[in-house]
Nanobody
Framework: QVQLVESGGGLVQPGGSLRLSCAAS????????MGWYRQAPGKQRELVAT???????NYADSVKGRFTISRDNAKNTVYLQMNSLKPEDTAVYYC???????????????WGQGTQVTVSS
């Protein structure tokens, strides 16, 4: 069993900052990619940022230059530093991880429960 637990969401004013954290726990042999996705009401879930175990990152164009994804492999934790937040960033943010539970197993996708980020005056 693998669990991803997100934290750090909340209400901020436009232009403000938040840092999201997601810690993976349970039966984990290794983790490849980790990432953040978000979903606004009535919309499809979209990719925000991903980071591979070696440190390579990718960002959605809408957040590039404002958000920074990072990870602490020793803690199986991924972070999302969000600066210059806009009302359009309002969504439930979900953590994702590709987890290998044993040396003989394939990587599988796991998701966190989501954390609400609201950007409003």
């Amino acid at each position: 069993q693998v669990q991803l637990v997100e934290s750090g969401g909340g209400l901020v004013q436009p232009g403000g900052s938040l840092r999201l954290s997601c810690a993976a726990s349970g039966s984990i042999f290794s983790i490849n990619a980790m990432g953040w996705y978000r979903q606004a009401p009535g919309k499809q879930r979209e990719l925000v940022a991903t980071i591979i175990s070696g440190g390579s990152t990718n960002y959605a164009d809408s957040v590039k230059g404002r958000f920074t994804i990072s990870r602490d492999n020793a803690k199986n934790t991924v972070y999302l530093q969000m600066n210059s937040l806009k009302p359009e960033d309002t969504a439930v943010y979900y953590c994702n991880a590709e987890v290998r539970r044993a040396a003989w197993s394939r990587y599988r996708d796991y998701w966190g429960q989501g954390t609400q980020v609201t950007v409003s005056s």
